[in-house]
């Protein structure tokens, strides 16, 4: 069942970050034709603000899937110097403070979009972009994040607690310089 789950979960975080790529790709396009613009006295405008926008949605959505394939950074200098075991206590206490930072970021990201929506929030900016039309997908990507985070924390806890250290660590471990080597 474990694994049903973390399979369910890289696949998903796989097309969103074809999807995320995509829009990341289309983002450098329309800034690269604004910049060919400029040499001819001409410009779309705005590239810097719609940018930041794909910027902050691509690094909501995007850390979900960084965090399955183990791309987050940690400092393990005290994970290396324990058995098995061990390395699995500290795994689980790190999952556990980033599902619960994670979750702490969604719970605080829901009032910005709330008031945006609230009050039909635009940018400064000469676009008056609508706010809720950036921060909804920007709050998604964070709930989805910290709902990726709490899942594989529990899949880990479950292997943990079956004593399947190599299974829990190959989903919540460190991609350490050895590993790297290889």
């Known amino acids: 069942m474990e694994q049903q789950v973390l399979s369910s979960l890289r ?18 396009a329309f800034v690269l034709a604004d910049i060919l613009l400029r040499q001819v006295g001409s410009s779309f405008g705005g590239t810097d603000e719609i940018s930041g926008y794909v910027m902050a949605i691509a690094t909501s959505w995007g850390m979900s899937y960084a965090l399955l394939e183990l791309g987050h950074v940690r400092i393990d200098i005290l994970r290396a110097r324990v058995d098995r075991a061990g390395r699995a206590v500290f795994d689980l206490f790190a999952m556990l403070v980033l599902s619960g930072t994670i979750t702490l970021i ?11 929506l609230d009050n039909g929030s635009r940018a400064n900016t000469p676009l008056e972009t609508p706010l809720a039309l950036v921060q909804t997908p920007w709050f998604a990507g964070w ?11 529990i899949v880990a806890l479950m292997l943990v607690l079956k004593k399947d250290y190599s299974a829990s660590e190959q989903i919540i471990g460190t991609f350490g310089e050895e590993d790297s080597a290889r």
């Open 143 to 153: 709930v989805w994040f910290a709902l990726v985070s709490w899942l594989t924390f």
């Open 106 to 116: 969604a719970i605080r990201s829901w009032p910005v979009l709330a008031r945006s």
């Open 11 to 28: 696949t998903a975080n796989h097309w969103i970050a074809i999807a995320i790529g995509i829009m990341l790709l289309a983002c450098a």
